[in-house]
């Protein structure tokens, strides 16, 4: 697959996830091991502090993982992954970047920052920094 | 505060989330150090192979520790947390359980199990494992 | 295996590393899905706290998990862990007691508990929690 | 403090840990927010694979996450960490390479990279990825 039929490939993927069509994620980049996934910030996505709900952010890290995952060994599940929360989000939009760091034959580990960004400004902030483990399903099927 | 009022005091806390209530979640338990989540799994809560996405068992596991850590030190934030799914979720309510495992002034390190419960049995499979760290908002505040 | 196979067994490929015997630890138990690693504590072992190292302490939990995951599914290797250091040990001994909480073909997930014991009271102390995951080296080979 | 003072300063504080003397690293560089640590490979470091042992590497993330944060905040202890091993180390020396990458008052989140490298071409491969968080001495006496 060359990089625009991985995005619309991707896409597709996205969208059959109903969680993230709920949610209102869209994937903005999807290349050999990286995938940015975005999210505008809605009043419905805020925890009692006014900032994004932290279960969003992870959303999107563990998504963004598995998708930068994916776009190198196909269909994944994710295994695992850890995630800190560095500030709270109350801009108006997040980016989550993965990147896939290092790729086995059935498991990667991938990292991934995940940014609020001013959306007039574009400049981004880092509010959470995550990593993780994803397994190809072939492998993962014969597994749990 | 007694375990009523704990519970109810909890309650109304998550009730300020706007994203718990966007998503669904109820606290059926709060008792100090401890705390029950549930959701009952609608459609627009899977991924695309029919499971609860991962983002929702991850927004469970992290609202379920922190609540579990604010019953026990006052207004908290999550630091970081892991979490190991386990087994892909297909029931019809996911039960977060959490536990206080060890608490200092400020920071209190915290665990959880997910499970996946069949509603007419009210047998649970674990969907997934998670342990983190929270911290008292008040610490934060100087911190970040 | 019987249980006392199973802990021979373990035994040696404690023995096997080179590490363990340096660092001087002891496979005290080894069931099914169960392993107590223990290790006296020596003044080389610590920090400049007069603590026991967090190094030595995170040796315990990621072999003491490995050694609980391989009682099930045989040679292994860990994939990834994650550690909280919960007090400062300043004990006479450590004990690691880890369990497999999930069990895959390949993938195992396990929790662990480091507990600094006085060995006149046999008192145990919680010193940290870990919770990891381990793969069969079979699949890890295909995966590196 | 100026660089080659820090460095020093860093120098004693790891002389200081009898465990680091104890396994022999060496710290090669600290700036503010950036620490070096290396090991010469031995063959104690080793497990029955003929690889290093996992316990060697995370002593060594930890402790270069411990000390990029403390090269910002002072005094400090690791609260957690989590690290993937990605591929079996048998070089010569291994170097971890951790960076403060969002510093608070009190809780610092480093990542960091260890290597495997080989002394002829000096080459690297990595072997395993850490996140972890750090806390300033004075904030954990209150918390634990």
């Known amino acids: 697959m060359n990089g625009s039929e991985l ?3 991707g896409r597709s993927v996205l969208k059959s996830q109903a969680f993230s069509r ?6 903005v980049d999807l ?5 940015l996934l975005e999210l505008v910030v809605e009043p419905h996505l805020l925890q009692q502090h006014g900032r994004v709900h932290g279960g969003v952010i992870s959303y999107l890290a563990d998504n963004a993982m598995a998708f930068a995952a994916g776009s190198v060994i196909g269909d994944v599940l994710t295994v695992e992954y850890k995630i800190n929360y560095v500030k709270g ?18 498991l990667v580990v991938c990292r991934c920052i995940v940014e609020d960004v001013n959306m007039e400004s574009e400049r981004g902030v880092t509010c959470a920094f995550a990593q993780g483990t994803v397994v190809s399903v072939a492998v993962s099927k014969g597994t749990s």
Chains 1, 2, 3, 4 share one sequence.
Do not use: F, N
């Not at 709920?22 to 994937?27: N, V």
């Not at 290349?31 to 995938?35: E, V």
């Open 22 to 27: 709920y949610i209102g994620a869209e994937l």
């Open 31 to 35: 290349a050999k091991g990286h995938a």
């Open 89 to 106: 989000a109350r801009g108006q939009k997040l980016i989550a970047s993965a990147h896939a760091e290092a790729v086995g034959k059935s």
């Open 7 to 9: 995005l619309s490939e």
